[in-house]
């Protein structure tokens, strides 16, 4: 009775276990595009809490249509108590990470109000195992242990904040005018404007309000007796009028979609078609999480060149289709089950879509695995009598495994060289990660004095560089590690390399990385401590020009600093 009814030991204990098993991982460093967003964004780097400085570092950031200002407002925060000490940026994403749980479970209470099934004494048992299961998940990791992803941890948290402000008014009663318009204002004034600005995927926000109604809430009025007829006319206006003109647009318009593809080795149908492999990806691991196969990079994942190519796609066709027709059709009888795959859906429907987005990354599935955990805890909490002892078991058994799965992979992620290591070996086809393994390797050198070892270390970082660049053919990273090895040790880069270098800079899909690369080799020479003769800084510059996508604000910005430099 203790464990069902008490909420302070439920989020206590709750906290407790999550803290326990990210422990070890709040040691670790800062990762991928944490470079770019953090370490290299001077807007961030404050040391006083001016109000103009703090606004520019707001609007510093480049992710996204809106610059995220609010992630990018605390990361300047980050910075002024605690320097970039990585270890206070991944903290607060846990206390973000926590913060969503807590919410989390007083929204499926809240819910639970609209489930008669589910027995008063049941209701906060079922929060609490939908709060374990999420908060201690290893495919939430990312979120927590990969600083810049407090984009996603924020954007959730304001989402749930919403969602339950949402259901709150909804249950407040007509004659407490007050309190709903109070309860209204949190969630549409306050709180989703705040997950718009801590990331664009906010966005659908309406769609999981829909899904609320649409479950539970029925569009019923407060007497919960009749449909009440301008709430649907205002779900019409709020959510299928703009994704009618939404569709209406793409269709007159595709090329603000289509642009997004010219910097992708992908086309719009061999997204679309992968994407539908991811989806039962995610929720394979969600189901049953194997460290071997989650990573920082999966940029290892084959694109599905037909319905056929590979076969697996028409087998993913056919499931997510099954699973969507499913959950409209039994939406009245399996309601919880029905939210459960839609609200995955939906929550997907922005970054696993049209959009030219890269195609997998674990911190996607953030608040899409609420539903899905929402589920598997309703039909173990809420049973009668008759194998209660076997969903004890198992419902006990799935927070040990994903505790101890999670745990496994913190140490991992609190190890920098073990964590880049790790990433290699089990995603050895991808080029992200062997570049990291070669700039873990470049690193090393560098703080070497024996010549033998030194040589040896460089010899590992060009292996693991050339294997990059191997890998992918329009991928460039691997081949500008090798160049500024060269300039940085003097270690020599082959001129078959070089050469690609030139080609794929003046051919390929131009990257961000391109540009960052460009600054950075440029910082390097001003500060002296790169060696590059002159004539291949502008051979690098002069193919990036040749590249049609190499565009706008980046090109002016690399044009002015080559004149500068060579004044």
């Known amino acids: 009775m203790w464990l069902k009814n008490n909420v302070y030991f439920q989020l206590s204990t709750a906290a407790f276990l999550a803290v326990a098993v990210y422990a070890l991982g709040l040691s670790g460093g800062f990762y991928f595009d944490d470079e770019w967003n953090i370490?290299?964004?001077?807007?961030?780097?404050?040391?006083?809490?001016?109000?103009?400085?703090?606004?520019?570092?707001?609007?510093?950031?480049?992710?996204?249509?809106?610059?995220?200002?609010?992630?990018?407002?605390?990361?300047?925060?980050?910075?002024?108590?605690?320097?970039?000490?990585?270890?206070?940026?991944?903290?607060?994403?846990l206390i973000v990470h926590l913060l969503c749980g807590w919410t989390m479970y007083a929204l499926v209470i809240a819910l639970c109000e609209y489930l008669p099934q589910v027995p008063v004494d049941r209701k906060r048992l079922l929060a609490f195992l939908v709060l374990l299961l999420w908060l201690l998940h290893p495919l939430n990791l990312t979120t927590v242990l990969y600083a810049v992803q407090r984009m996603a941890g924020l954007s959730a948290l304001f989402c749930l904040l919403g969602m339950y402000a949402y259901v709150k008014a909804r249950q407040v009663s007509v004659s407490s005018w007050g309190r709903r318009l109070c309860w209204y204002v949190c969630c549409f004034v306050l709180f989703w404007p705040l997950a718009l600005a801590s990331k664009e995927n906010a966005a659908l926000f309406p769609a999981y309000l829909f899904l609320i109604e649409l479950v539970f809430l029925k569009f019923r009025s407060a007497n919960r007796q009749t449909v009440s007829r301008p709430l649907v006319i205002s779900y019409g206006f709020l959510f299928l009028l703009p994704s009618v003109l939404l569709v209406i647009y793409f269709a007159f318009s595709p090329d603000w979609i289509l642009n997004g593809y010219a910097k992708r080795d992908f086309t719009l149908t061999e997204r679309l078609l992968t994407q539908f492999r991811v989806l039962l990806f995610y929720i394979g691991q969600l189901v049953f999480p194997l460290n071997t196969s989650l990573g920082l990079f999966h940029d290892d994942f084959v694109v599905s060149k037909s319905i056929f190519s590979p076969w697996t796609t028409a087998v993913s066709i056919l499931a997510v289709v099954a699973a969507t027709s499913w959950a409209f059709v039994r939406i009245r009888r399996y309601s919880v089950v029905a939210f459960g795959i839609l609200f995955f859906l939906a929550a997907h429907s922005l970054e696993s879509t049209i959009l030219g987005l890269e195609l997998v990354h674990e911190h996607r599935n953030y608040l899409a695995s609420f539903s899905f955990f929402f589920a598997i805890a309703y039909y173990l909490v809420i049973g009668g009598e008759r194998y209660a002892n076997l969903r004890a078991i198992m419902a006990i058994s799935l927070v040990v495994f994903f505790s101890a799965t999670t745990l496994a992979r913190a140490t991992v992620w609190g190890e920098p060289a073990i964590h880049t290591y790790s990433e290699v070996v089990n995603h050895p086809q991808s080029p992200r990660a062997n570049y990291g393994m070669g700039k873990q390797y470049a690193v090393y050198a560098s703080s070497l004095e024996s010549s033998d070892q030194k040589a040896e270390a460089l010899d590992q970082a060009a292996f693991y560089f050339e294997r990059s660049a191997e890998l992918r053919e329009s991928y460039t990273d691997g081949l500008f590690g090798l160049f500024i090895m060269e300039g940085v040790e003097g270690y020599e880069m082959s001129e078959e390399a070089y050469q690609a270098l030139l080609d794929r800079l003046a051919n390929e899909p131009f990257s961000n990385n391109n540009y960052n690369y460009l600054n950075s080799i440029m910082s390097c020479l001003e500060a002296g401590r790169c060696n590059i003769h002159d004539m291949r800084l502008a051979e690098l510059i002069n193919a990036c020009l040749e590249n049609p996508e190499f565009d706008g604000g980046h090109r002016a910005h690399i044009l002015e600093r080559y004149r500068e430099y060579v004044k």
């Open 39 to 93: 370490l290299k964004n001077q807007a961030l780097q404050l040391d006083s809490l001016k109000l103009d400085e703090l606004w520019n570092a707001a609007l510093s950031g480049t992710a996204g249509p809106l610059g995220r200002p609010l992630v990018m407002l605390s990361f300047a925060l980050n910075h002024v108590f605690f320097g970039l000490d990585p270890f206070y940026f991944k903290l607060v994403n």
